[in-house]
């Protein structure tokens, strides 16, 4: 395992990380989960990603138990807020103040930790003054309960206002989290460059666009049982994907990943962690011989001439508008 500083900050983390979204506390069994974890650890994967939602909050609980007696200090543990948990009152959601302190207090207790290493906007508040978001966040870093600040699925617009702020307040934010691979590219013409002005790295979700980057899916054939296309919470991100002239495409890749000498999963790892503002790759897993095989792409460097073959396979099927960058 190869490591990257995340932003311009002291914070190294793993060049792959390990996420449980949908799999904790819904997809997979506790045990499984556990298993799931362990084998990230054993592969040398030290960052961990989560959010209060996922699961409705079961998913930092799972989490929690599975690094239970690790080494704190040889972690790093990402979760987020903004999006509803609970019983979904008028202040269970959002980037308001006070949800913002009683959702970090929450994760903490889930996650039995006394801080967490980057505290994450899940996506920007429209109706929430952005001054009172960051004095939150400010607020908890000052506390010693969250060491930085990110945020998922930003613009470019909205990181640089959140990064002005952050200025101003002495606080670290180095972080954006939004969703990235070799099919949408939606965050390089203006996320990527306003986050390498403010110093901030991209740890990104998807690299393997929810599974079909493994080839998996195939054209022409129902989508396989128990795959994110069958999961109520991934099944919109997988759904545009899974038409015959992508998934023909994405076929039309293995002779380049044999060429590299990878699988499909590891070149789309790979792809991913060749863009220089990318520190971090989260990768889910429902097995751990899933997480054993995708950690493989750690370190790999795809030649110029076979990033050409990639966009030639691809072509058309790639999605690059900056404006679909998701914002509620």
């Known amino acids: 395992m190869e490591f990257r500083r995340l932003g311009r900050s002291g914070l190294s983390v793993s060049e792959i990380s390990y996420g449980n979204w949908i799999t904790h506390g819904s997809q997979v069994e506790e045990d499984q989960a556990h298993a799931c974890v362990r084998a990230a650890l054993d592969a040398g994967i030290t960052t961990f990603d989560t959010a209060d939602v996922y699961a409705n909050t079961r998913a930092e609980e799972v989490l929690g138990r599975a690094l ?22 008028p202040n269970d959601r959002g980037l308001g103040r006070k949800h913002i302190l009683e959702s970090a207090h929450g994760s903490l207790r889930r996650l039995q930790t006394d801080y967490i290493d980057v505290y994450q906007a899940h996506r920007f508040d429209r109706t929430v003054p952005l ?3 960051m004095l939150a966040f400010a607020d908890l870093v000052r506390q010693g309960k969250v060491l930085y600040i990110g945020v998922s699925e930003w613009t470019g617009e909205q990181i640089t206002r959140g990064a002005a702020l952050a200025r101003e307040l002495n606080v670290p934010f180095i972080s954006n989290q939004p969703q990235y691979s070799m099919l949408w590219r939606v965050i390089e013409s203006q996320v990527v460059p306003a986050s390498e002005r403010e110093g901030i790295s991209q740890v990104v979700f998807s ?79 429902s097995r751990p011989e899933q997480v054993t095989e995708n950690v493989k792409a750690s370190g790999k460097v795809l030649e110029s001439d076979l990033l050409d073959k990639i966009d030639a396979v691809l072509d058309d099927a790639v999605i690059t508008d900056p404006r679909l960058t998701h914002t509620p």
């Open 131 to 133: 001054e009172e978001t």
């Open 207 to 285: 690299p393997i666009a929810q599974g079909v980057l493994t080839g998996k899916y195939l054209p022409g054939q129902p989508v396989p049982a128990g795959s994110r296309a069958t999961d109520e919470s991934g099944k919109n991100f997988v759904q545009r994907w899974l038409r015959d002239d992508v998934l023909e495409r994405v076929q039309q890749l293995k002779p380049i990943a044999d060429e590299a000498g990878l699988s499909l999963a590891q070149l789309a790892v790979a792809w991913v962690l060749q863009n220089k503002n990318v520190a971090s790759a989260i990768i889910g897993a």
């Open 68 to 89: 239970a007696g690790q080494r704190r200090e040889s972690l790093e543990i990402l979760t987020k807020v903004y999006w509803p948990t609970g019983p979904g009152g």
